[in-house]
């Protein structure tokens, strides 16, 4: 197993649409795999797509989470591998939240999403998975999938407003707490 090095702003592998996996079951995609998985648990991250560690493939690791699971309980749980995902929004509610990104460290956005989604793609032995999302969990799916299209969480906010340092984070939030 091997870390992976993350890509961050500014690489033109994380502004290109990725290509779809040919075969989830070849070894050099399994090994890619496994160190995804071990990338992520080393930076504690939430989700981690291939372009961010130099791959253009469809393909993504997501822990299973939302606000209310402690994070203990969802490292017990297998993160979810999705190859050639796909995502389809359930409803038209949106709701913005806080996101970073491992790709762009030190910042975060107040990002609009779907509420719910539903998501269909291949796990990493090659079965088709399908399965709904919402809240936080929607959230890093959405996040992720974006990846894969070339899109960053920058370009979803509604302005510059809505981005902010982690040390100074609190000014945006007290902002986005009053408005509603």
């Keep these: 197993m091997t870390l992976l090095k993350i890509a961050r702003l ?21 090994t890619l795999i496994t160190d995804m998985v071990e990338t992520l648990a080393d930076v504690r991250g939430r989700g981690l797509a291939a372009p961010q ?24 749980l297998p993160p979810l591998v999705l190859a050639n995902p796909q995502l389809e929004p ?18 975060r956005g107040w990002v609009p999403r779907h509420r719910r989604i539903r998501y269909r793609g291949v796990d990493h032995r090659g079965a088709p998975v399908a399965g709904e999302a919402e809240g936080d ?24 407003a809505d981005l902010a340092f982690d040390s100074d984070v609190h000014h945006l939030e007290a902002r986005t707490s009053n408005a509603g």
């Design 137 to 160: 969990f929607a959230r890093v799916l959405q996040h992720e999938i974006d990846h894969l299209d070339g899109i960053l969480y920058l370009d979803r906010l509604k302005s510059a």
């Design 10 to 30: 500014g690489h033109p592998v994380l502004l290109a649409r990725a290509a779809p996996v040919v075969d989830v079951r070849d070894p050099a995609i399994q």
């Design 90 to 107: 359930r409803g038209d509610e949106m709701v913005s939240g806080f996101e970073g990104c491992l790709s762009i460290p030190g910042l």
């Design 53 to 76: 560690v130099y791959r253009g493939l469809r393909l993504l690791i997501a822990l299973r989470l939302d606000l209310e699971t402690e994070r203990e309980k969802v490292l017990a």
